[in-house]
Each structure stands twice: as C-alpha cells, then as structure tokens.
C-alpha cells in the first residue's frame, strides 16, 4: 500500500558528495512531512533532517551546511545531498513520511560508508 524506497547510497571517501532519493507510493505526498534519518553501528536512529510540505526544514547540528534536502512534490520524490561528508556519517539512512494525526511509514534504508 504505501511505500519509500531510499537509493543513492553507497562507498564514498571523506570529503565527497553522495545524493540520495526517496520516492513515495500510496500516500498524500505533498501533505506529507518528509524527512531523513539514519542509524549508525550501536548508537540509535537519529533525525539528520526534516521538511514539511510548505518547505520548512529542520537539520540537525551535525550535518548543518553539509547535507540539503529538497522535495519534488511532482515526483512524489524527497532528496538528501550530502557534501562533505565524514566517517562519521557513515550509517543506513531511512527516508520517513509523516501525516499529521494519521500514521508515519518508513523506507527500507540505504547504506552510506565514508572512507578515511
């Protein structure tokens, strides 16, 4: 019924770029709060950024002047350019969808390794 699926990940050295894609079935998407997130080896899923469906966005300290999310509301498709990255940015990254008051759904996640 409803699906994200995240692409774009993969093996990167510190210090390049990697954009990633999220495209959205089955849901209001342009009501829709989309945001990224992301979960490293033994530390807990953490919100990397968020934009609602007006275009306020929301970084997190850590990727702030580095990462910038866009959405296309054409597409149904949610977008994660990440600059300069770090190793410790490594982490499988989950695209989210929110609808207020109803239900918020997942994508499967994609791996993003940066190398030293």
């Known amino acids: 019924q409803v699906q994200l699926v995240e692409s774009g990940g993969g093996l990167v050295q510190a210090g390049g770029s990697l954009r990633l894609s999220c495209a959205a079935s089955?849901?209001?998407?342009?009501?829709?709060?989309m945001g990224w997130y992301r979960q490293a080896p033994e530390k807990q899923r953490e919100s990397v950024v968020t934009?609602?469906?007006?275009?306020?966005?929301r970084y997190a300290d850590s990727v702030k002047g580095r990462f910038t999310i866009s959405r296309d509301n054409a597409k149904n498709t949610v977008y994660l350019q990440m600059n300069s990255l770090k190793p410790e940015d490594t982490a499988v990254y989950y695209c989210?969808?929110?609808?207020?008051?109803?239900?918020?759904?997942w994508g499967q996640g994609t791996q993003v390794t940066v190398s030293s």
């Open positions: 989210n969808a929110n609808l207020f008051g109803t239900a918020t759904y």
């Open positions: 089955g849901i209001s998407f342009s009501i829709a709060t």
């Open positions: 934009i609602t469906n007006v275009g306020s966005t």
